[in-house]
């Protein structure tokens, strides 16, 4: 069974950064839209970033543009989000999830292979 392994979460005070990887086990995603989302408590699981297969089409949510940057390394089978200039309200549970659309799309019901999440907290 595939399953995504998200990491490179903690507490990290505003303004500050963190990069997350997301490495994906059991197969590779040839061909396949790769994407992260957030969820705080409370709130609905939201988008925040996808990239295609080749990294020639990126595609973000409004609230994390020219803050946070999503790459990926295909020969790791990995996918990263450098986030920037961070602020309390992206503290959230951070996921990735892979999609056979594209271009890239921004709806959680068209990502499949959902990783456990891995936490960030940005404190005030």
């Known amino acids: 069974q595939v399953q995504m392994v998200e990491s490179g979460g903690g507490l990290v005070q505003a303004g500050g950064s963190l990069r997350l990887s997301c490495a994906a086990n059991g197969r590779t995603f040839t061909g396949y839209t790769m994407g992260w989302f957030r969820q705080a408590p409370g709130a609905e699981r939201e988008f925040v970033a996808a990239i295609s297969w080749s990294s020639s089409n990126t595609n973000y949510a409004d609230f994390v543009k020219g803050r946070f940057t999503i790459s990926r390394d295909n020969a790791k089978n990995t996918v990263y989000l450098q986030m920037n200039s961070l602020k309390p309200e992206d503290t959230a549970l951070y996921y990735c999830?892979?999609?056979?659309?594209?271009?890239?799309?921004?709806?959680?019901?068209?990502?499949?292979?959902w990783g456990q999440g891995t936490q960030v907290t940005v404190s005030s």
């Open positions: 999830a892979a999609s056979k659309y594209y271009p890239p799309r921004r709806r959680t019901d068209d990502y499949n292979d």
